[in-house]
């Protein structure tokens, strides 16, 4: 089945300045929530899809992972020492959590135990709800700094919240996100199994699987940095580099944003915030 993206996980060191960051790209950033585990988060929604802010905020609080158990906090922490601030996992929208496990443990690369949580979500008004959610892990073997999984909404009317899908920078909704590899096609398997949508190749260095919510491309990193005019993380791994969404309001903002030094150049058709202003991740706003 296929699976559209749901969110990708911005880890950060100081979650308030990320929150700021993305404040000055035009973006409404939802409030500080906590998780039991020693992380903290703010969410920015559109509609179906979010970017997670996430801070390592209590480590001691942070347990292991071993080889059944996938530790979401240990993750991310272990990035942010390896690599620094920047995206770490993708997440799909998952339908049937026990049937996502059995696909991926099928194919060799799950082998994780379902995970289910809630926690209290602060709304715009200051309230609080519960969320709650179930998730199954997959790991792509030779790619140790992307994360992976299915995210199912347990109670999704208590976290959508069309309030904070209003953004100033004209955003309407995920176009893609954007993953880079030295060979994109060793990991064209993974990624069909991953998203249910085998990827296209458009080039020898680029394919693209189209979801039924954005686009999941993959392409060298020298491709990258012709498509974007920016850098790609360093190394030769998959790493998650970019989140594409499309807006009406990025031609306009665009002057602001050069005069902060927050975009390296004019790409046509397209706004890019590149990671050295955005702590690690590329954003991109292509017109509407």
């Known amino acids: 089945m296929a699976r559209g993206l749901?969110?990708?996980?911005?880890?950060?060191?100081?979650?308030?300045?990320?929150?700021?960051?993305?404040?000055?790209?035009?973006?409404?950033?939802?409030?500080?929530?906590?998780?039991?585990?020693g992380t903290q988060n703010r969410i920015i929604q559109?509609?179906?899809?979010?970017?997670?802010?996430?801070?390592?905020?209590?480590?001691?609080?942070?347990?292991?992972?071993?080889?059944?158990?996938?530790?979401?906090?240990?993750?991310?922490?272990?990035?942010?020492?390896?690599?620094?601030?920047?995206?770490?996992?993708?997440?799909?929208?998952?339908?049937d959590p026990a049937a996502e496990k059995a696909a991926f443990d099928a194919a060799g690369v799950g082998g994780f135990d379902l995970f289910d949580f809630s926690r209290l979500a602060r709304r715009p008004d200051g309230g609080e709800v519960e969320v709650g959610f179930s998730l199954a892990f997959a790991r792509d073997e030779t790619a140790p700094n992307a994360g992976f999984f299915t995210c199912t909404q347990r109670k999704p009317e208590n976290f959508w919240n069309a309030q904070?899908?209003?953004?100033?920078?004209?955003?309407?909704?995920?176009?893609?996100v954007v993953l880079v590899a030295e060979r994109p096609i060793d990991h064209i398997s993974f990624i069909d199994t991953f998203c249910g949508v085998t990827p296209r190749r458009a080039t020898d260095a680029w394919y693209v699987a189209q979801t039924p919510r954005g686009d999941i491309d993959i392409m060298t990193r020298a491709t990258f940095g012709e498509r974007f005019g920016t850098t790609a993380p360093a190394g030769e791994d998959?790493?998650?580099?970019?989140?594409?969404?499309?807006s009406t309001g990025a031609a306009s903002?665009?002057?602001?944003?050069?005069?902060?030094?927050?975009?390296?150049?004019?790409?046509?058709?397209?706004?890019?915030?590149?990671?050295?202003?955005?702590?690690g991740a590329a954003i991109v706003l292509e017109l509407e």
């Open 6 to 37: 749901d969110h990708v996980v911005h880890v950060v060191r100081d979650l308030d300045a990320a929150g700021e960051v993305y404040d000055l790209l035009g973006f409404t950033v939802g409030p500080r929530n906590r998780h039991p585990w």
């Open 46 to 95: 559109t509609d179906g899809f979010f970017m997670e802010l996430l801070e390592i905020s209590e480590p001691d609080k942070i347990t292991e992972g071993d080889s059944g158990h996938f530790s979401f906090g240990a993750f991310n922490r272990d990035f942010l020492e390896r690599n620094g601030q920047g995206l770490s996992m993708l997440v799909t929208e998952g339908k």
């Open 164 to 176: 904070l899908q209003r953004h100033t920078n004209g955003v309407t909704r995920v176009a893609g």
């Open 238 to 246: 998959l790493r998650l580099a970019a989140v594409r969404f499309t």
């Open 253 to 279: 903002m665009r002057r602001g944003l050069a005069a902060r030094k927050m975009i390296e150049e004019a790409m046509e058709g397209m706004v890019v915030a590149p990671p050295r202003a955005i702590m």
